[in-house]
């Protein structure tokens, strides 16, 4: 025993335990990526309510509209490949939000790689000139720090 009567390597290893409980920051990361997963989907589900609209009328809107000018094929292919994308997020984030207590290598590396490509995707956006793909870069990397610190990884065994 140390003399200060204190485990040296924190409380973290008590993750180790098969028992263990779910830590507060693993639990974090789930909750995170269940709300990014709902609103993933309600952003497909909207972008599909937006093909619902007859053609003509979207033309009849872009017309409208000063400044735009845009094929309506153009805008709507553009919202097809929104929905899937906002669609394959919010249903990949569901499925690994769903399965991280289960104390898997896959699962842990799996939300890394998902958190860490999601990232990379808000940052080219972000240098790209879309300033509000700031606060999603900001979760999806608290996430990827989360899932690497002590608890997380020791959830795991990976220390």
């Known amino acids: 025993m140390f003399p200060s009567g204190q485990d040296p390597f924190g409380t973290h290893l008590d993750a180790l335990d098969p028992q263990a409980p779910l830590p ?17 989907m309600a952003l497909s589900a909207l972008f ?17 509209q000063e400044g735009v000018e845009v094929d309506v094929a153009t805008v709507r292919a553009m919202m097809v490949v929104m929905a899937a994308v906002t669609g394959v997020y919010g249903l990949l ?22 958190q860490t490509a999601a990232g990379a995707l808000l940052l080219w956006n972000l240098l790209a000139g879309d300033l509000l793909a700031v606060v999603p870069l900001g979760f999806a990397v608290a996430m990827v720090a989360q ?13």
């Open 147 to 159: 899932m690497l610190s002590r608890e997380g990884r020791a959830h795991y065994g990976l220390l």
């Open 93 to 114: 984030s569901t499925l690994l939000a769903s399965r991280i207590r289960r104390r898997t290598l896959g699962v842990f590396w799996g939300v890394v790689l998902f």
């Open 48 to 64: 599909l309510m937006g093909l619902s609209v007859p053609p003509e009328a979207m033309a009849e809107v872009m017309r409208e």
């Open 24 to 40: 507060r920051r693993v639990a974090l990361v789930r909750t995170l990526m269940f709300v990014g997963g709902a609103c993933g």
